[in-house]
């Protein structure tokens, strides 16, 4: 559906009204997220809560595909906020609470939280139709109201459209853009800064393309509609197929069991403080309800606080990617609190109702100034949030738990992560003193092999060309060492056991070279180069066993020792995130020549590589990467990637989610 212009003013449209309706479109997108988050938050989960097993993995698959729809929907905004950016405008990421008051979108338009059900069901099914649907509203979400919110008439302050579908909100943007640019030229209609928008190197979500033109802002457009807003009716995976096959299953199961309950009884629009309006509102009472959704909320704001801080920093600089990685760890603490809120009582005025994260929106998210006082207030935010949620644990919940181990883990990464920028001092003060050592710097005048010194668990054994660098606790034992040099690497002795001077310089450098673990390096003396980052960036997959990475890495945010390292994927290893041996006692089973997927070359093939192993989850890369089978051939080559480390995944080397669902523990 399209608004007619009435005159020329209104065919092509001012920068600011074009702004004004992408504020509008991130509202929401964002809007639809919070729901579909909080129907999915809401959903039981086995038979341990009253599920049959076969309502169990009914139920378990709709949480799944109710979550893809979220994440997809915050795929859409992003693509949103980019088209804002392109523009030279600040995204929009605040949002009016829940419920929406009438007018904030057209009256045929309704958006509230509430659980799970055929009702709500229905109207994620309406509002997903495409424009030839004749489905209808979900009963209680149909409007109270009448009216309007176009005014024809031409005026310099935006308003607002009305529309029937959300894919005809979208087309009118379209064409509206297209006016724009055919008034002032591609050129000044996208003058904003593309390093500043996001892309698949900081989110991991390949539609999230920046926008630098006409063309590929009417692509992210075309995507949005395809994907779930007004997409054909005979599009499978779009997100009102998605939500009708859910409605087929749920019939099904309700016609064998006519008391089966897929979810709690959440409330409707739960709120934290007595509401002024109470109608249509719960307010949440009881203490442990409110303070697990006082948590969450905290932990939902500040996730946008560093969504809209990554808008302001400019690509590459470290702090943009650290700042999406912690928003999106941010969501697995927001996922655990909401599905707890959904389990506890609301309070006594509401008997029989559960609580409910209301997804509070600060008064205002807009993006804080890039520099340390923005770093001092992430690490300060994210210290008080783990803070909280240890004195919330002491109920003994797994999702509590859950979601302390991730803020505390969140904390410290921040602190440490903003230190190495050069962007704060920690909260906590950190000291890493070397180990205290008597052992002699240099070899004693024998044939024997020299004693080593340890420092920070690295023994330093001294050679005349070069100190030799051996950290045991890396090593997989793949015998480069005592095989290419025998008379160096001295195997089953007791006591000292490497011997620099045995071999040629320029071999043990080979030997170390080799090494896939990194747990043998060494520093030159000699005035020679020391080894360098390789030219291709690789992650090779062992045969059963662990990933071996080659590149220029910087590990949970640190820089890596050496150039190479071997990362454990069967899940086990007790010296996460590194290769243990542990597959091998475990009988792990992981093909080491999987089939190649997209491989397109990469137009850079080294650089800084990235690996952040998510705290119970995978490993997430960003960086030019070469995945290869354990044969060299390609299995992938990518810019961004999340690499199961559960050993689960029906999909490996890549994340499917299994994590979440085996309880895997990271340490």
């Not at 698959?61 to 109710?66: C, F, G, K, V």
């Not at 980019?82 to 419920?99: E, Q, V, Y």
């Not at 897929?262 to 409110?290: H, K, M, Q, S």
């Amino acid at each position: 559906m399209t608004i007619p212009a009435s005159n020329e003013r209104s065919a092509a449209p001012s920068r600011e009204q074009l702004v004004h309706l992408l504020y509008e479109a991130a509202e929401l997108e964002h809007n639809l997220m919070c729901t579909y988050l909080y129907a999915a938050f809401s959903l039981r989960e086995g038979e341990a809560e009253g599920l049959s097993a076969e309502e169990a993995r009914a139920v378990g698959s709709w949480r799944r595909a109710i979550v893809k729809v979220a994440v997809e929907e915050m795929g859409h905004l992003a693509a949103v906020w980019n088209i804002t950016a392109a523009l030279g405008a600040a995204p929009r990421f605040g949002r009016g609470n829940f419920p929406l008051d009438p007018g904030a979108l057209p009256a045929g338009i309704v958006v509230k939280l509430a659980p799970f059900g055929e009702g709500v069901l229905q109207h994620f099914i309406y509002l997903e139709r495409p424009s030839t649907s004749k489905e209808p509203e979900g009963p209680g979400f149909e409007s109270s109201l009448a009216f309007k919110r176009t005014d024809q008439r031409i005026r310099l302050v935006p308003m607002p459209l009305d529309y029937d579908t959300v894919g005809a909100f979208y087309e009118t943007l379209d064409e509206r853009l297209r006016a724009f640019v055919e008034r002032v030229g591609e050129r000044a209609a996208f003058c904003g800064d593309p390093a500043l928008q996001l892309s698949p190197v900081e989110t991991g979500l390949g539609a999230v393309q920046p926008v630098v033109c006409r063309k590929t802002a009417s692509q992210a457009f075309a995507a949005i509609v395809a994907q779930g807003e007004g997409a054909p009716e005979h599009a499978d995976d779009s997100h009102f197929r998605r939500f009708a096959a859910i409605r087929e299953e749920l019939h099904a199961l309700r016609a064998k069991n006519a008391d089966f309950a897929p979810a709690f009884p959440a409330a409707v629009n739960p709120v934290l403080r007595p509401p002024l309006r109470a109608a249509g509102r719960v307010w949440l009472e009881d203490e442990r309800a409110a303070a697990t959704v006082d948590l969450a909320n905290s932990a939902y704001a500040l996730m946008l606080r560093l969504l809209a801080y990554s808008y302001v920093v400019p690509r590459p600089a470290p702090e943009k990617a650290l700042a999406v990685e912690l928003s999106l760890g941010l969501m697995r603490a927001v996922t655990a609190l909401g599905e707890r809120a959904a389990r506890l009582p609301a309070g006594p005025s509401n008997p029989g109702c559960h609580a409910g994260m209301s997804f509070t929106s600060l008064r205002d998210a807009a993006a804080l100034p890039h520099g340390p006082s923005s770093a001092r207030f992430f690490c300060e935010r994210l210290r008080e949030m783990a803070s909280a949620a240890v004195e919330l644990d002491v109920q003994g919940d797994a999702r509590t738990t859950t979601a302390r181990r991730v803020l505390a883990e969140l904390a410290e990464r921040a602190e440490r992560r903003f230190e190495a920028a050069g962007r704060v001092t920690a909260v906590v003060p950190k000291s890493l003193p070397l180990l205290p050592s008597d052992a002699p710097a240099s070899p004693p005048p024998s044939s024997a092999p020299p004693v080593p010194r340890r420092v920070n668990g690295v023994d330093e054994i001294e050679g005349e060309a070069l100190t030799l660098l051996y950290e045991g606790k890396k090593c997989i034992h793949s015998r480069f060492c005592v095989t290419w040099g025998p008379r160096v690497f001295l195997a089953n002795v007791e006591g000292p056991w490497i011997h620099p001077d045995a071999m040629d310089v320029e071999a043990l450098a080979e030997i170390a070279h080799v090494c896939p673990s990194g747990a043998i390096r060494y520093r030159r003396k000699d005035g020679k180069p020391e080894e360098g980052p390789p030219p291709v960036n690789l992650v090779t997959l062992r045969e059963g066993g662990p990933y071996a990475v080659r590149a220029d890495m910087l590990l949970d945010g640190e820089r890596a020792a050496g150039y190479r390292a071997t990362l454990c994927r069967c899940g086990g290893s007790k010296n996460k995130p590194f290769c243990d041996g542990t597959h091998k006692t475990i009988e792990f089973t992981a093909t080491g020549e999987p089939p190649t997927g997209a491989a397109d070359m990469l137009p850079v093939r080294d650089g800084e590589l990235a690996v952040d192993p998510l705290t119970d989850g995978p490993l997430q890369v960003r960086g030019n990467l070469e995945i290869t089978s354990g044969t060299g051939r390609v299995v992938a080559r990518v810019t961004s990637a999340k690499l199961c480390r559960c050993g689960g995944s029906a999909n490996k080397p890549f994340c499917d989610g299994t994590h979440a669902r085996i309880g895997f523990r990271s340490s």
